[in-house]
């Protein structure tokens, strides 16, 4: 069901609500304070912040940062994205050490037309994972329009992406959350075949259900990352040291078997004993020896995964394939993004999502030359299993 866009209302005058995603990574600077070390999320939301602004409404923007457990952190306060927020839309912008009350709706009440106001993390009241009824209506009073453009955390019924829905009149989807799911909509429900996916990453638990998903549509599966290794496992193979998970190898053969060959694992890997940057890495083909892990998808497996990407017309990727931190085991995932760019170019439509893959794609310089970067991860996931979407789910129908 289609649900109202920033095309559907009028913003003149009126305070805008706008759950965006800025919970991006830190880094801690030399005096101290901390600083935005990934704008790629910020820089997402701007679209919807300067239509906001632009057409004279009043933003006011909440988001949650990290895990600060329903309590007020100080490292995990959103001053700092204020700041770097600022800077990029070069405007001010004032930012509330508060998040809801008296406070904050005086504040609200005083702004003028096209300013801008980030207000404190959301993730400091309890009362935001709880989707308390109390904090979404003390968030609904700062509102007379709710817009989510909080596509990385539609997957989750909290008060600021779900709750606060209930309690105004008009819920509205933002730009970013328009488009991304515009992206994968077209992926999960009309894609041009060829299609393949590029699954990788830490657990094959995390997927599963995605996994399911794109077995049924995609017409090659390329597997890399530790969770190759739950597959190899659960087909016979030897794979030392590696990283599995052994509850999961009944569900790995059982996917494996349902997908009637189209799923392709590893046939060589970079190993070393370690996944540290002074390991001694080495490629080894097929059963990998008893005190190695490994940690990256071999030059074999790349060579046979680039020519697959080569012949599709679309593209799905999420998960590394190997521990890209760590520059002897970036290999497979810098290849992976160079082929998918290079398919791109030739015309495939590709998606990218998951938060280190994402920073992987970074890494290799590649983002500007995929069709759509996803800045989510679970969202995504969650989203091309065909599962529902509360933030998505709570707006107004159109
Ligand atoms: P995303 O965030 O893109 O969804 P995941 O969080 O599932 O991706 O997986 C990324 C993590 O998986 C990275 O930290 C990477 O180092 C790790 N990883 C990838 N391959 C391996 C491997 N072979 N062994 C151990 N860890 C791995
Ligand atoms: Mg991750």
Redesign the pocket.
């Known amino acids: 069901m289609s649900k109202l866009t920033l095309d559907d209302i009028d913003v003149r005058g009126k305070r805008v609500l706008i759950r965006v995603d800025f919970n991006v990574p830190l880094d801690t600077s030399a005096d101290g304070s901390p600083t935005v070390a990934d704008d790629t999320r910020i820089r997402a939301a701007l679209p919807t912040i300067r239509h906001v602004l632009d057409h004279g409404g009043k933003a006011i923007l909440i988001s949650h940062l990290g895990r600060p457990g329903g309590q007020p952190v100080p490292d995990l306060s959103l001053t700092c994205v204020a700041d770097h927020l600022g800077s990029l839309l070069d405007e001010r912008v004032r930012f509330s050490s508060n998040t809801v009350g008296d406070t904050v709706e005086e504040v609200v009440a005083a702004m003028g037309n096209g300013s801008v106001i980030l207000l404190e993390n959301t993730r400091f009241d309890p009362g935001e994972k709880a989707n308390d009824e109390e904090f979404s209506r003390a968030l609904a009073a700062l509102a007379d329009v709710y817009v989510n453009d909080a596509f990385g955390a539609a997957h989750r019924a909290h008060a600021s992406t779900a709750g606060v829905a209930q309690f105004v009149d008009t819920a509205a989807m933002g730009r970013l959350m328009e488009s991304e799911i515009a992206a994968l909509t077209k992926v999960r429900d009309d894609p041009e075949h060829p299609m393949i996916a590029v699954l990788?990453?830490?657990?094959v638990s995390?997927k599963l259900g995605t996994f399911r998903a794109l077995n049924d549509t995609a017409d090659d599966l390329l597997v890399g990352?530790?969770m190759s290794y739950t597959f190899l496992k659960a087909l016979g193979h030897e794979v030392g040291a590696?990283?599995v998970e052994d509850d999961r190898l009944d569900a790995a053969e059982s996917l494996y078997e349902e997908a009637g060959g189209h799923i392709h694992l590893p046939s060589d890997h970079v190993d070393a004993a370690s996944?540290d940057a002074d390991a001694e890495g080495s490629v080894v083909e097929g059963d990998i020896p008893e005190d190695l892990?490994?940690?990256d998808i071999g030059p074999a497996t790349l060579a046979e995964y680039q020519d697959l990407i080569s012949g599709a017309a679309t593209i799905v990727w999420?998960?590394?394939m190997?521990?890209?931190?760590v520059e002897q085991f970036a290999s497979g995932t810098m290849g992976i993004a160079e082929a998918v760019a290079d398919a791109t170019a030739n015309g495939a439509f590709s998606v990218v999502g998951?938060?280190?893959?994402v920073s992987a794609l970074n890494r290799s310089g590649h983002s500007d030359d995929i069709s759509h970067v996803s800045t989510g991860?679970g969202a995504m996931l969650t989203f091309l299993e065909g599962a529902p979407l509360p933030g998505i789910d709570a707006l107004t129908d159109a």
């Not at 998951?354 to 893959?357: A, T, Y």
């Open positions: 990788g990453g830490a657990k995390d990352g530790a590696s990283r996944p892990m490994g940690l999420n998960g590394p190997g521990v890209f931190e998951g938060g280190d893959s991860g």
